[in-house]
T-cell receptor, first 114, second 115 residues
Framework: QKEVEQNSGPLSVPEGAIASLNCTYS??????FFWYRQYSGKSPELIMS????GDKEDGRFTAQLNKASQYVSLLIRDSQPSDSATYLC??????????????FGQGTILTVHP | DAGVTQSPTHLIKTRGQQVTLRCSPK?????VSWYQQALGQGPQFIFQ???????QRGNFPDRFSGHQFPNYSSELNVNALLLGDSALYLC??????????????FGNGTRLTVT
């Protein structure tokens, strides 16, 4: 079982629709959760972080965390063609130390078509 | 405000050679982490440097080594290159090593091709 798994893509949605991206993780000791966006040929860019159960909203983005189910998701409302990118779920686990490493999922390619 | 800078941007090496990649962290950041991203995959954690010491390491062989300098910049060295080392190498910096309260900022990466 992979440590962090994302729903297999690619995901294609029409402009203006809601895009839903999902991620599960295996380590119950995981502390913090992040969503990164990566455009082709570019570096990952942080778009959301979430630390406690529930929803966190930032503009058109909403992150949802359920630690009991070991599940984190990202909703993108009113999707735009500029949202087309690979979305990476990342999970922080300090592994018993005070120093953390991020474990990334394989990424989900999102395409928003006009 | 300079972000994370990496050099070189592209590199082509032959199997068995050695390579050094360089990274300058974002202003105000003192922790550097290195990640390897193969095509179509998510980044894989190599190691993290804080206060000039390797603090945590991922599942990479000893051929991968690093260094952090007093000015917080860092180098990644890979010896005895294999074809499978071909990837995008990402440097990420943060303020302190505890990423739960200091998200990572990534550089644009170095694309390494091993032939």
């Amino acid at each position: 079982q992979k440590e962090v798994e994302q729903n297999s893509g690619p995901l294609s949605v029409p402009e203006g629709a809601i895009a839903s991206l999902n991620c599960t993780y295996s380590d119950r000791g995981s502390q913090s959760f992040f969503w990164y966006r990566q455009y082709s040929g570019k570096s990952p860019e942080l778009i959301m972080s979430i630390y406690s159960n529930g929803d966190k909203e930032d503009g058109r983005f909403t992150a949802q965390l359920n630690k009991a189910s070991q599940y984190v998701s990202l909703l993108i409302r009113d999707s735009q063609p500029s949202d087309s990118a690979t979305y990476l779920c990342a999970v922080l686990n300090a592994g018993g130390t005070s120093y953390g490493k991020l474990t990334f999922g394989q990424g989900t390619i999102l395409t928003v078509h006009p | 405000d300079a972000g994370v800078t990496q050099s070189p941007t592209h590199l082509i090496k032959t199997r068995g050679q050695q390579v050094t990649l360089r990274c300058s962290p974002k202003s105000g950041h003192d922790t550097v982490s290195w990640y390897q991203q193969a095509l179509g995959q998510g980044p894989q954690f190599i190691f993290q440097y804080y206060e000039e010491e390797e603090r945590q390491r991922g599942n990479f062989p000893d051929r991968f080594s690093g260094h952090q300098f007093p000015n917080y910049s860092s180098e990644l060295n890979v010896n005895a290159l294999l074809l499978g080392d071909s990837a995008l190498y990402l440097c990420a910096s943060s303020q302190g090593p505890h990423a739960y309260n200091s998200p990572l900022h990534f550089g644009n990466g170095t694309r390494l091709t091993v032939t």
